[in-house]
Nanobody, 122 residues
């Protein structure tokens, strides 16, 4: 399976952005999906995850109430809607896939996209 993240950009604090992750090679419904991010000089951190059927999601405390993960298996797409963005949200955002249940550790995801940069200015 291959993953391709897109939708990053430069925007001001308080703005909104939606990231997309396209799944190629196998049906997206095969996988639970996750979004992670890595800010400059920091370790990669968990953002949100969603089950293969989309019925359960889980998000990091730092983004709860602001970010929403969703998916459209018919289109083999996963999304991260980001609202009320803050400068601390600046990072490269990665989508990742795994078989099995949702999981918040990056080590549990064998498949990764290339990342898309989100920069939030104050």
């Amino acid at each position: 399976v291959q993953l391709q993240a897109s939708g990053g950009g430069l925007l001001q604090a308080g703005g909104s952005l939606t990231l997309s992750c396209a799944v190629f090679g196998r049906p997206a419904s095969t996988y639970s999906m996750g979004w992670f991010r890595q800010a400059p000089g920091k370790e990669r951190e968990f953002v949100a995850t969603i089950t293969w059927h989309g019925s359960r999601t889980y998000a990091a405390d730092s983004v709860k109430g602001r970010f929403t993960i969703s998916r459209d298996n018919a289109k083999n797409m996963v999304y991260l809607q980001m609202n009320s963005l803050k400068p601390d949200d600046t990072a490269v955002y990665y989508c990742a896939a795994r078989t099995g249940d949702i999981y918040s550790l990056s080590s549990g995801y064998p498949y990764w996209g290339q990342g898309t940069l989100v920069t939030v200015s104050s």
